[in-house]
C-alpha cells in the first residue's frame, strides 16, 4: 500500500502539477493565429470605443453646445460641461469615459505588439505591401491614436504613453507632443493599409482612408486655438503661443494656439486631400439621389444610416445592431423627438437631447438650402402613430424646442417598437463633406489656395441647393474662412463639429455672445410685437396655427411649396404605425400629419386670417411664446457660463479621481479635484 | 410585538406545567447477573452498552435502564454512555448490581480537532475555541454561523441583514487583508466547504475555531484567517437509535423603514415638485387634485389628511414561515457502524418570492477490517434551491429598500385625475415611484431568480495501525457539484407592455446556466506516539496533501419570448425566442486550483505538564507564477501545566492552570487564478461582439480586467499568541484569557490603477496590517442541585485593527459610489497608516443654513461675511433656488435651508480640505454571555451578544436628504423629512415660494433637518450614527418529558421547546438593525471593505420557533 501511495503521490507531484491553465484561457498567440482571429481581438476596441468611450464621454456633450446647438432641459447636469460651467462638474463624471479610452487604447498597442513580433507581419512589411496583417497592425495602431487624439480634444494635456504598464508616478504630457507622436505613429502604417474598399475594408473599420483624414485632422487640432494651461510651468516646453483675449488669472489658463501653426495647416492639407481623393478608395461626396420621392443627396446620407446601408460618404462609422443593449443613441438622444413610451410605443421614446438654436433655423438658412429641412424638425411623434408640434417650454421629448431631423426612428427601412435606445442605427465618427470642409479651411488658412477653398464649398452647396446659383465667389482672407465655417455650420449641424470648430477658429467666446445677443435681440422683439423678423425675412411668432390632418403618404419628403402646410416644411409626418402589428393599437385616429400655418410668416391672432384659420379647424398654438416665458432657461442653456467675448472658455472635462490622485500636476481651469 | 412575545413565552411555560410529573421506577428481573443503570439524578440511561471485560459478551439496558449479562461473578464489567464517564465494576461475586455514571465534564477530557488528528483540551499549546452541537442546536436559525454568533471567543460574526440567504462574514481576531476574503478557512470533517450554510445544525457534533498560528500553520497557505473544523455526527457502537428533530419558525420582520405617511407625503413632494418646475408640479396637481388644479377634490390637502397609508414595505416583506426536520438513525456493533441523516428545510423568504431550501442526506459507515484496520466511507448529498430577487444594493438600494419610495396612497385613494399618471414628467420620470404597473412589488413579483445546486461529497478513509504508536492514515475526498441557475425577468420586470392595454407584448426574458464542478483531496499522514522515558512522550505527524478542484459552465439567454409563453415554456424551448430578440450563448471552463503540501508537527511532553509543539507546512500552489509558488509556515507553542507542579497541586481550590505562548506565520492565497499572467478569453457580453454590416462578431477579451502581476507571491501572517486556561472550585468556573498580536505582511491586494495604464486594478503584494487584542472566556455553575442546575457563560473580545503601512502610490481614498455621480466626496472610505480599516469620511455636519447667516435685500440673500460659503460640487444643482437677479448673489451657493458644514481648516470657505475622518466603524469589543437554567426536565437558555462602540455608516438616513432629479422628485421620504426646512408651503390651497425672512422663520420654526432640493448629496456626520447594540439573541424555553412517561411508546427521549430568536435589541442606532453589513459591491471598483455600511439593507425577522426532539 505504501508502495502504491508513494507512486501515486510521486505523480501527482511531478513538476507541472502547479503549473494550471484553461482551454477558455487563451494567449495572445492563440488569438492572432489567423488574421480572422486577429481581428476578433481587435473589434472590442471598436465595440468598447462605441459604448463606453464615446458614450461615456462626450457623444452628448459635443453636439450640444455651440452657437448653433443646445441642449432641451432646465437645470440639468447633463450639460454643465455643455454651458460651460465645469466647476460645478464632480471629479468623476466622466470616469468611465477617461478610463475606457485609455482601456480601449492599450488593448489596441496589446495587439499592435503582438502583430508586430509575427513573421508574417514582418515578412510583408519587408515586402512593402499591404496585406490583411499590415492592414490590422495599421487598424490598431490608428484605434490607439483616435483614442489619444479624443482624449487631448475632450481633457487637454493627458498622460501619454503608460499603457500596460505599472505605474506608481506620472506626468502629464503636453497636448502637443502628443499630437507629434500620433501623426508620426499614423504616418508610419498609412502606406501598408488598405482603402476604403480594397480588401473587405468597409467604412465600419478603419482603413487607409480614414487614417489619412486622421492625420489631417489631429495635425488641424495641433494647429487650432484652444484653451492652456498657465499652471504648469515648462508644460508645452518651446512652443510659444499667440493669445485670444486675456490670461485667466483665477482658472490659470489662456485661449491661444502655437505660433508655428501654418507647419501643422500643411501637414493637414496634405494628409485630408489624401483622404479626399488620393486614398479615397470608394469613398466620395454623394451628390445624386435614386430615389423617386426625393431628390436630396444630403439627405440620403442620413437615410442609409436608417436603412443600415454603410453610405459611400463615410470614412467610419462605427457598426451597431438593431435590438440589443449596444448604445442606440442615434434615434434616442440625437433624433427627432417622440413623446411614446420606454416601450412598445408608434414610435418609443425619443429624448432628443439635441436642439436647434432658433435663430440658427431660421435665420441662417437661405430658403432654396434643401439641407434645412432635412437637417431641423419643428415636428416629433407622439407616440401614437401621430405627428406633433416640438414645443419651446423647456424639457425633453416634443418639449425643449426644436430638433435635429437627420435622425428619425419613422425614417428606419425596420423599425423597432419594442423599445428605445434600440434602433441599431451606426454611430458616424466622420463623412467626406467633413473632411472637404476641413480642407477648405486649411487651404484658406494657407493662403493662395483660396479658389480651391472655395471649389471645395461649392461641391458642397451645389449639392445642398441642386444647383450652381448658390456658389460662393471671390472671397479671401477672414471673409473667406468665415464663409467656410458657416458652410461647416449648416452642412454639419448637430453632428458635433460646431463646438469645435468655434473652439478650434478662436471665436468661442466671441461667437457665444453672440448668439446670445441674438437671442435676447429676438425675444425683446417677441415680447415687445409678438414675432421676430430675421435678416433673411423669415419671421418667428409667438404664435403658430395647427391642424391634425390626414395625408397620403404619411411620411413626407422634399417640399418647396411654402403653402402647402401639411407638406411644408419638408421631412416630417409619420411612419404609417398601423401597418405594424406590434403596436397598431397603440395608433390613434386617421388624421396622422400636422398642418402648420405661420411657422414662417406673421400671423397677427387678433388678424382675420386668424379667425379664418380658426374657423377651419386650426388651432392657436404655443410657439415663440413659450421661448419668451422660459427666455432665462435658454440663455442658461446656451453657453450659461459665458458672460464676456474676452472670456477664456473652459470646455474640458475632469481628469477622474483614480489619475489625478498620484499625478503630479492636478486638474486645471477651475476642474474638481476630489 | 414585545407583548406579544412575553404571551408566547407564557402560554409556553402555562402549556408545560401541565405535563409535571415525577414518577419513580420500580420492579427486577432474573438472570445471570442483572442491573440498573441510571445517571447522578436517578434517572434511568436507556442503551447503556455493558460488556465484560476481556470478551465479546456485551448488552445494552432496555427502556428501564436494565439489563442481563452472562458472566462470571468475578469478572469485571465495562459500562458505557455517551457523555458519560465509563465505569469498570468489579463484581466481586455480585449478581446485581446498580451503577450510576457521572456526567462528563467536559473541558479538559474535551477532545478537540486541532488538524489532521485529535487532542485532549489539556494537552493543547495553541488557541482554540470551541462550541458544541448541542449548544449550536438552540438557535434555530438556517445558518450554522449564525448559531455560532457571541458563543465563541474571538470570533466576531456579522449577518449581512434579513435576507434568506443572508450572506455571514466569520472574522477571526479582526482580519488581516483588506481587499481580499478574510473569512476563515472551514473544514467539514476536514473537506474544504465554501460556506457554513448547506451544514444542518442537527447533525453537527462539535465546531472548533482555530486562531493562531500554532494551530493554524498545519493549513500553511489556507490557515491566515483561522479555520474553522466542523465535526459531524458519527455512528456509535450499541443497539441502533433514531433520532428526529424538527421545528416550525414563524418570522415576522422587527421593523420597518419610518416613511412618510400620505398627507405628509404629499405636502413634502408638492413642494419638491414646485421646487423642480412646472413641469414637475403641474402633473402632480393634476394626479392628486391639489393647487391649481383641484377637479372634485374641494378639500384640497386636508382631503388626505386622515388617510391611512398603502404600505409598499409590508407588501413586499412580510410574516413567514420556516421548517426543519431532521433524521438520523444511526447503529452498530464493533465491527460496523453506521450513520444515516437525512434534513430538510423549507425557509420562506419575509420578500415576496424569495426562498431558501435545503435537502441534505448523509451515510457515514466505519468498518473494522481487521484489528489494526479500519475504513470508513462518508457521503454527503445536499440539495439547496434559493430564489432570492436581488443582488445587491446598488445607487438606488434595493427594491426592497426602494419600496419605502413608492407612494403611500392606494389608487382608489388618489382624488385627483388618474391620467395624469399617463402624462409629462410623471409619465417619462415617476413610474417606478406612482405607477401601480411599475410599482416594487408588482416588479419583484415579475422577476424569478432561481438557483438550484447539487453537492455530493465522498469521503474514503483508512486507517492502520502499523505497530504499536505508529499509525497510518489516509482520506480521498471525491466532490461534484452542480449548480443551475435559472432566471426569468418577466414582462413587467422588462417593461414589455401594451401601454394601451397593460396586455404582455412578449412574455420576458430567460437566463438559463449550467454548471458543474469537481474536486478532488487525497491527504496521508503517518502519526508516531512515542514514550521516550516515563516522562517524556512525543508524538510526531508527517502528511502530505493535494487538492485539485475546476469546474465549468454553459450558459444561455433568450430574450423576448412570445406573449403566449410562460416561464417554464420558456425554460424548456429556448430556441422559440421572437425574432426581435436574442440568444446568447456562452460556456467557460475554469482554471483548475491546485495545492501540493507537506507538512508535519511534533508534539512533545515532560512530566506531563511541560509542553511544546512545532508545525511546519509548505505549500505549492498553481495560483502564482511558478517563482513564487511555495511558502513555507512554521509555527512553534510551549505551554506549562501550572496546575500540576507539586505545589499547586496542593491548592483543592485550583483545578487547572495552563499558561501557553505561541509564534508562528501562516500564508493566504486567496486571489483570482492567473493573476499573474495576462491571457485572453471568449467574450460573451453583445455589447462587445462589434458589428459588421448588422451581423454581430464573435471577440475576445482579456480574461481578466485586472492587470497581471507575475511577482504575486504569498500573503503571510505572523500570530504570537500567549493564553491562560484555569478553572477552580471543581470546575465551578473555568475560563481562558488570551492575547494575541497579529501581523499581516506582503498583503495580497486589489489596489486601484490610474486609468491611463488601460488597467483600473491589479493584484500586488503591498503593504501591512495588524490586529491585537485581547479576549476573555468565563463559563461557570452558579447554581446546582438535584433539581437545578444553573450555569453561565460569556465572552468579550478587544480588537484593534491597524493599517501598519500602505504603498506609498496608494492613495487608500476608495467610494461606495452610492448614489453614483451624486456622491461627495467621490471616496467615502478610507484607509490610513495607523488607523484602521472602515474608516468613513466626509464633512462634519453643523445644522442648516438660517436666516440669520444672510443679509437680506431686494429678494436677495446675501452671506454675511465670515459665514463660510458651500462648495458648488459637493451639493450639485439647488432646485428652486435662483441666483444673479434671483435668491442669492451669482456665485454664492448658501442659501436658507441649505446644510452647514463645519470649517475644519478654518480656511473661510466649505471645500474639499474640510473632508476628514466622520466615522470609525470599527467596535471597541464584542461579545456575547448565555445563561442556562435547568429545572428538573426544564431547561431555559438566553443568549446574548452585542456590539460596543462601532459607528455606522447610514446611507438609508443619508440617502432621503438629497433631492435627486427626475424619477426622484416624485419619492417618498423616511418620516424625519417631515421636519425639513421649507422654502414652499401652502398659502390659501396653493404651493407658493416662501421668500422674506419672516416667512421662512415662520415655517421652519420646528425645522431639525436641511433642505433637500440638492441633486448632490454630500456625505456628512450626519449619515454616521453609533452602531452599539445589545441583543437578546435567543431564548429557549424546554421541556423534557420524563422517560418513564414515554417507555410505552417505546421512545427514549422527547424534548420539546420554544424559542424566540432575535428576541429584542437595545440599541439608539435609527435605521432598522445596527448588524448591517451591506455587500460594498455596489461599485466595481470597489475592492476595500465598506465597513458598517448600511444601504438597501432587508429588516431582520424576529422569529418565534416551536420544535421537538425525539429519540427511539
Known amino acids: 500500500m505504501i508502495v502504491i501511495t508513494l507512486c501515486i503521490m510521486s505523480s501527482q507531484c511531478k513538476k507541472d502539477f502547479l503549473t494550471t491553465s484553461s482551454p477558455g484561457n487563451i494567449d495572445g498567440d492563440f488569438v492572432t493565429s489567423t488574421t480572422t482571429e486577429t481581428f476578433k481581438a481587435l473589434s472590442w476596441c471598436y465595440s468598447n470605443y462605441r459604448a463606453n468611450c464615446a458614450m461615456g464621454t462626450y457623444s452628448w456633450n459635443d453636439p450640444i453646445s455651440s452657437d448653433a446647438e443646445m441642449y432641451p432641459e432646465n437645470n440639468s447636469s447633463n450639460n454643465l460641461n455643455g454651458r460651460l460651467k465645469p466647476e460645478l462638474l464632480a471629479v468623476d463624471v466622466v470616469s468611465g469615459g477617461f478610463n475606457s479610452f485609455y482601456s480601449t487604447l492599450a488593448r489596441a498597442s496589446r495587439i499592435a505588439a503582438i502583430i508586430a513580433a509575427k513573421p508574417a507581419y514582418q515578412a510583408d512589411v519587408k515586402a512593402g505591401k499591404a496585406t490583411d496583417w499590415t492592414q490590422l497592425y495599421g487598424e490598431a495602431i490608428a484605434m490607439r491614436a483616435f483614442c489619444y487624439f479624443n482624449l487631448v480634444k475632450h481633457f487637454g494635456d493627458v498622460p501619454f504613453g503608460y499603457e500596460n504598464t505599472y505605474v506608481e508616478s506620472y506626468k502629464l504630457t503636453s497636448r502637443y507632443d502628443i499630437y507629434d507622436n500620433l501623426i508620426a505613429s499614423l504616418k508610419s502604417v498609412e502606406p501598408l493599409m488598405y482603402k476604403i474598399g480594397e480588401g473587405g475594408i468597409t467604412a465600419e473599420r478603419i482603413s487607409k482612408t480614414f487614417v489619412d483624414a486622421l492625420i489631417g485632422e489631429t495635425a488641424f487640432y495641433a494647429g487650432g486655438y484652444q484653451t492652456l494651461r498657465t499652471d504648469v510651468t515648462g508644460l508645452y516646453g518651446t512652443v510659444t503661443f499667440t493669445l485670444k483675449g486675456a490670461v485667466d488669472s483665477k482658472y490659470n489658463c489662456e485661449y491661444a494656439r502655437r505660433t508655428d501653426y501654418l507647419t501643422y495647416y500643411k501637414v493637414a492639407e496634405q494628409y485630408l486631400q489624401n483622404a479626399y481623393n488620393v486614398n479615397n478608395g470608394t469613398a466620395l461626396l454623394v451628390t445624386s439621389d435614386a430615389r423617386t420621392n426625393a431628390n436630396n443627396p444630403f439627405q440620403m446620407f442620413f437615410q442609409n444610416m436608417e436603412n443600415f446601408v454603410v453610405s459611400p460618404e463615410s470614412l467610419f462609422e462605427l457598426g451597431n445592431i438593431q435590438s440589443t443593449s449596444t448604445s442606440s443613441e442615434y434615434n434616442y438622444a440625437f433624433s427627432r423627438p417622440s413623446n411614446g413610451g420606454s416601450a412598445n410605443s408608434a414610435p418609443c421614446k425619443a429624448f432628443a437631447a439635441l436642439r436647434i438654436i432658433p435663430t440658427v433655423y431660421y435665420g441662417e438658412y437661405d430658403n432654396a438650402d434643401k439641407r434645412r429641412d432635412a437637417s431641423v424638425a419643428v415636428t416629433g411623434s407622439n407616440g401614437d402613430g401621430n405627428e406633433v408640434m416640438n414645443n419651446f417650454v423647456p424639457g425633453s421629448k416634443t418639449s425643449g424646442g426644436i430638433s435635429t431631423n437627420k435622425w428619425d426612428d419613422n425614417r428606419m427601412k425596420t423599425i423597432n417598437v419594442s423599445a428605445q435606445r434600440n434602433s441599431g442605427v451606426n454611430w458616424p465618427v466622420l463623412r467626406m463633406a467633413d473632411v472637404m470642409l476641413m480642407l477648405a479651411w486649411v487651404k484658406a488658412e494657407a493662403g493662395g489656395e483660396d479658389q480651391a477653398a472655395m ?36 452642412e454639419l449641424l448637430g453632428e458635433g463639429t460646431r463646438r469645435w470648430d468655434l473652439i478650434l477658429s478662436g471665436t468661442m467666446s466671441t461667437r457665444g455672445i453672440a448668439v446670445q445677443n441674438e437671442m435676447k435681440t429676438m425675444v425683446a422683439d417677441l415680447t415687445a410685437q409678438g414675432y421676430h423678423q430675421f435678416a433673411n425675412g423669415n419671421v418667428i411668432s409667438n404664435y403658430i396655427y395647427t391642424k391634425a390632418v390626414s395625408n397620403s403618404p404619411t411620411l413626407t419628403f422634399d417640399c418647396t411649396d411654402v403653402t402647402n402646410p401639411v407638406l411644408f416644411p419638408g421631412w416630417r409626418g409619420q411612419y404609417d404605425y398601423s401597418t405594424l402589428a406590434a403596436v397598431a393599437s397603440v395608433v390613434k385616429g386617421t388624421t396622422h400629419n400636422m398642418a402648420i400655418q405661420g411657422l414662417f410668416t406673421y400671423i397677427d391672432p387678433a388678424s382675420a386670417a386668424a379667425t379664418t384659420l380658426v374657423s377651419n379647424g386650426y388651432k392657436k398654438t404655443n410657439w415663440a411664446i413659450d421661448i419668451v416665458n422660459n427666455a432665462a432657461v435658454y440663455y442658461d442653456n446656451i453657453f450659461g457660463g459665458l458672460t464676456s467675448a474676452d472670456q477664456v472658455p473652459r470646455y474640458y472635462w475632469p481628469l477622474p479621481a483614480g489619475t489625478i490622485a498620484n499625478l503630479t500636476e492636478k486638474n486645471g481651469y477651475g476642474l474638481p479635484n476630489l | 410585538m414585545k407583548k406579544f412575545t412575553y404571551l408566547f413565552l407564557l402560554l409556553i411555560l402555562s402549556s408545560f406545567a401541565s405535563t409535571f410529573a415525577q414518577q419513580k421506577t420500580s420492579g427486577a428481573q432474573s438472570g445471570n447477573i442483572s442491573g440498573i443503570v441510571t445517571d447522578e439524578k436517578g434517572e434511568t440511561i436507556i442503551r447503556a452498552t455493558i460488556k465484560v471485560k476481556g470478551s465479546q459478551t456485551g ?280 450513520m444515516l441523516s437525512a434534513n430538510y428545510m423549507d425557509d420562506e423568504g419575509m420578500k415576496i418570492q424569495s426562498f431558501a431550501k435545503r435537502t441534505n442526506v448523509s451515510l457515514k459507515v466505519n468498518q473494522k477490517l481487521f484489528d489494526n484496520v479500519d475504513v470508513s466511507l462518508d457521503t454527503r448529498y445536499t440539495d439547496d434551491l434559493v430564489k432570492d430577487n436581488e443582488g445587491l444594493a446598488s445607487s438606488n438600494g434595493s427594491l426592497l429598500s426602494y419600496s419605502y419610495r413608492f407612494r403611500p396612497i392606494a389608487t382608489s385613494n388618489i382624488l385627483g385625475d388618474l391620467n395624469a399618471l399617463k402624462t409629462g414628467n410623471i409619465s417619462s420620470f415617476g413610474q417606478a415611484v406612482l405607477w401601480d404597473s411599475y410599482s416594487p412589488y ?292 473555568s475560563g481562558t484569557v488570551e492575547v494575541y498580536w497579529n501581523t499581516t505582511k506582503d498583503l495580497l491586494m486589489q489596489t486601484t490603477l490610474p486609468g491611463i495604464t488601460g488597467f483600473t486594478s491589479t493584484y500586488k503584494n503591498i503593504g501591512q496590517t495588524s490586529n491585537k ?129 463645519r470649517d475644519v481648516n478654518g480656511d473661510g470657505k466649505i471645500d474639499d480640505k474640510d473632508v476628514g475622518i466622520i466615522g470609525n466603524m470599527n467596535p471597541k469589543h464584542t461579545g456575547g454571555f448565555n445563561l442556562n437554567i435547568s429545572y428538573r426536565n426544564i431547561d431555559l437558555g438566553a443568549y446574548f451578544n452585542w456590539s460596543y462602540g462601532n459607528q455606522i455608516y447610514n446611507l438609508t438616513k443619508l440617502g432621503t436628504t438629497f433631492g435627486p432629479k427626475e424619477g426622484g422628485v416624485y419619492e417618498n421620504k423616511l418620516a424625519i423629512m417631515n421636519n425639513a426646512y421649507k422654502i414652499y408651503d401652502i398659502v390659501n390651497g396653493q404651493m407658493v415660494r416662501l421668500t422674506t425672512p419672516d416667512q421662512l422663520n415662520a415655517a421652519n420654526a420646528n425645522a431639525s433637518m436641511p433642505l433637500a432640493t440638492n441633486e448632490t448629496c454630500p456625505t456628512s456626520s450626519l449619515a454616521i450614527e453609533d452602531g452599539s447594540y445589545l441583543r437578546l439573541n435567543t431564548v429557549t424555553l424546554g421541556y423534557t418529558v420524563p422517560k418513564n412517561l414515554l417507555k410505552k411508546l417505546k421512545i427514549d427521549n422527547i424534548r420539546i421547546y420554544a424559542s424566540i430568536y432575535n428576541v429584542l435589541t437595545v440599541t439608539g442606532y435609527s435605521g432598522v438593525d445596527p448588524e448591517v453589513n451591506t455587500n460594498s459591491a455596489m461599485s466595481s471598483s470597489v475592492t476595500y471593505p465598506t465597513t458598517g455600511l448600511d444601504w438597501g439593507t432587508y429588516p431582520r425577522a424576529r422569529s418565534y420557533t416551536i420544535g421537538i426532539n425525539l429519540n427511539f
Open chain 1, 455 to 490: 471649389d471645395l464649398v461649392n461641391l458642397i452647396r451645389q449639392r445642398a441647393f441642386g444647383n450652381a446659383n448658390h456658389n460662393i465667389s471671390g472671397l479671401t482672407g477672414q471673409p473667406l474662412k468665415d464663409a467656410i465655417l458657416q458652410e461647416r455650420k449648416l
Open chain 2, 59 to 338: 448488552t445494552v439496558t432496555d427502556v428501564n435502564g436494565k439489563f442481563t449479562i452472562k458472566a462470571s461473578p468475578n469478572a469485571t464489567l465495562l459500562v458505557t454512555y455517551v457523555g458519560y464517564i465509563s465505569q469498570e465494576i468489579a463484581l466481586n461475586g455480585r449478581t446485581a448490581i446498580t451503577v450510576q455514571l457521572a456526567e462528563e465534564t467536559k473541558t479538559l477530557d474535551e477532545v478537540v480537532v486541532v488538524g489532521y488528528q485529535t487532542m485532549k483540551r489539556r494537552d493543547l499549546t495553541g488557541s482554540v475555541a470551541s462550541v458544541s452541537g448541542k449548544t449550536i442546536a438552540t438557535a434555530p436559525v438556517a445558518n450554522v454561523a449564525q448559531a455560532m454568533q457571541g458563543k465563541l471567543s474571538g470570533v466576531n460574526i456579522v449577518t449581512q441583514d434579513g435576507r434568506p440567504d443572508a450572506a455571514v462574514s466569520i472574522r477571526v481576531r479582526g482580519g488581516g487583508s483588506i481587499s481580499q476574503s478574510n473569512d476563515p478557512l472551514i473544514l467539514l470533517d476536514g473537506v474544504t466547504v465554501g460556506s457554513l450554510s448547506d451544514i444542518p445544525s442537527d447533525q453537527i457534533e462539535s465546531i472548533d475555531v482555530l486562531k493562531d498560528a500554532s494551530s493554524t500553520a498545519i493549513y500553511g497557505a489556507r490557515g491566515a484567517n483561522g479555520v474553522i473544523l466542523i465535526t459531524t455526527k458519527a455512528a456509535k457502537e450499541g443497539k441502533a437509535s433514531v433520532s428526529y428533530n424538527s421545528y416550525v419558525k414563524f418570522n415576522t420582520p422587527e421593523k420597518y423603514l419610518n416613511d412618510m405617511k400620505p398627507y405628509d407625503y404629499l405636502k413634502y413632494v408638492w413642494a419638491n415638485a414646485a421646487a423642480y418646475g412646472a413641469a414637475y408640479q403641474t402633473p402632480f396637481e393634476q394626479l392628486y387634485g391639489l393647487g391649481a388644479y383641484p377637479g372634485t377634490n374641494t378639500g384640497g390637502l386636508d382631503s388626505y389628511r386622515n388617510m391611512s397609508a398603502d404600505d409598499m414595505q409590508k407588501k413586499v416583506y412580510n410574516n413567514s414561515v420556516t421548517q426543519n426536520h431532521n433524521i438520523s438513525i444511526s447503529g452498530g456493533n464493533d465491527k460496523t457502524k453506521i
Open chain 2, 442 to 733: 408588482a416588479r419583484i413579483n415579475s422577476y424569478d431568480p432561481n438557483s438550484i445546486s447539487q453537492s455530493l461529497l465522498n469521503t474514503a478513509s483508512l486507517n492502520w495501525k502499523i505497530i504499536k504508536g505508529l499509525t497510518y492514515h489516509t482520506d480521498l475526498t471525491l466532490s461534484r457539484g452542480w449548480g443551475q441557475t435559472k432566471t426569468w425577468a418577466g414582462y413587467v420586470y422588462q417593461n414589455y407592455v401594451n401601454p394601451a392595454t397593460g396586455a404582455a407584448t412578449f412574455a420576458g426574458d430567460a437566463t438559463y446556466r449550467k454548471s458543474d464542478s469537481w474536486g478532488m483531496r487525497w491527504s496521508n499522514t503517518l502519526t508516531y506516539e512515542l514514550a521516550i522515558s516515563r516522562i517524556q512522550k512525543i508524538k510526531l505527524l508527517l502528511g502530505q496533501e493535494v487538492t485539485n478542484s475546476g469546474g465549468t459552465y454553459l450558459q444561455v439567454a433568450a430574450t423576448k419570448f412570445p406573449s403566449n409563453f410562460t416561464e417554464d415554456n420558456a425554460f424548456a424551448m429556448i430556441n422559440q425566442y421572437s425574432s426581435t430578440g436574442t440568444l446568447t450563448v456562452a460556456s467557460a471552463t475554469s482554471v483548475p486550483n491546485r495545492i501540493n503540501s507537506y507538512f508535519g508537527r511534533a508534539d512533545y511532553s515532560l512530566l506531563d505538564r511541560y509542553m511544546a509543539t512545532i508545525t511546519f507546512r509548505g505549500d505549492g500552489s498553481s495560483i502564482f507564477s511558478p517563482l513564487h509558488r511555495w511558502g513555507y509556515f512554521p509555527a512553534g507553542a510551549l505551554a506549562w501545566r501550572a496546575s500540576d507542579e507539586p505545589l499547586l497541586k496542593k491548592l483543592t481550590w485550583l483545578d487547572n492552570l495552563k499558561v501557553r505562548v505561541a509564534y508562528g506565520s501562516v500564508g493566504n492565497n486567496n486571489i483570482p487564478a492567473n493573476s499573474w499572467s495576462q491571457m485572453f478569453a471568449a467574450g460573451t457580453n453583445i455589447t462587445y461582439m462589434y458589428p459588421l454590416n448588422h451581423t454581430s462578431t464573435a471577440y475576445y477579451d482579456l480574461a481578466s480586467s485586472a492587470m497581471a502581476n507575475p511577482d504575486l507571491k504569498w500573503e503571510t501572517t505572523i500570530t504570537r499568541n500567549g493564553g491562560i486556561d484555569f478553572s477552580i472550585l471543581k470546575s465551578r468556573l
Open chain 2, 773 to 901: 487584542g485581547i479576549e476573555v472566556s468565563l463559563s461557570g455553575t452558579i447554581f446546582r442541585n438535584s433539581d437545578w442546575n444553573i450555569t453561565a457563560n460569556g465572552n468579550i473580545n478587544f480588537n484593534k485593527n491597524n493599517v501598519d503601512k500602505l504603498a506609498p502610490n496608494i492613495s487608500g481614498l476608495y467610494g461606495t459610489n452610492w448614489a453614483s455621480a451624486s456622491t461627495y466626496p467621490t471616496y467615502d472610505y478610507t484607509l490610513i497608516e495607523g488607523q484602521p480599516v472602515g474608516l468613513v469620511r466626509g464633512f462634519v455636519y453643523d445644522g442648516f443654513y438660517t436666516t440669520n447667516d444672510f443679509t437680506y435685500a431686494n429678494g436677495i440673500y446675501t452671506l454675511k461675511t465670515g459665514v463660510p460659503d458651500l462648495l458648488t460640487s459637493a451639493i450639485g444643482v439647488v432646485h428652486g433656488i435662483g441666483s444673479g437677479t434671483a435668491d442669492r448673489p451669482t456665485g454664492q451657493v448658501a442659501y436658507p435651508g441649505l446644510p452647514k458644514f
